[in-house]
């Protein structure tokens, strides 16, 4: 069983800078592809950025720009950089690992996190 945290979410301010951290226990970090996903009361969760087990990195239209995942296989640790922060960010933020080929759907991803909560607010 895969077991995953995250942390860092806050109140922050139109334009900050965030970023949050997935350290994960329990299974072979570096195998996994991992994800960011966010999720507001009545929307389903939304995909945000990706990270290949090999590195590669995908990124939704929203955030490209914005936002850079990366991990630290050595840490068990996934990050999600977030700059130039705007209230539609706000949410919950949740990480992900899959072993699966898809990243942009909730349903490809075998383990969550139980979330951290971002909030864009002047």
């Known amino acids: 069983q895969v077991q995953l945290v995250e942390s860092g979410g806050r109140l922050v301010q139109p334009g900050d800078f965030l970023r949050l951290s997935c350290v994960a226990s329990g299974g072979t970090f570096g195998t996994y592809n991992m994800g960011w996903f966010r999720q507001t009361p009545g929307k389903e969760r939304e995909f945000v950025a990706a990270?290949?087990?090999?590195?590669?990195?995908y990124y939704a239209d929203s955030v490209k720009a914005r936002f850079i995942i990366r991990r630290e296989d050595n840490k068990n640790t996934v990050y999600l950089q977030m700059s130039s922060l705007k209230p539609e960010d706000t949410a919950l933020y949740y990480c992900g690992a899959s072993r699966r080929y898809t990243y942009t759907t909730a349903a490809a991803y075998d383990y969550w996190g139980q979330g951290t909560l971002v909030t864009v607010s002047s």
């Open positions: 990270i290949w087990s090999g590195g590669s990195t």
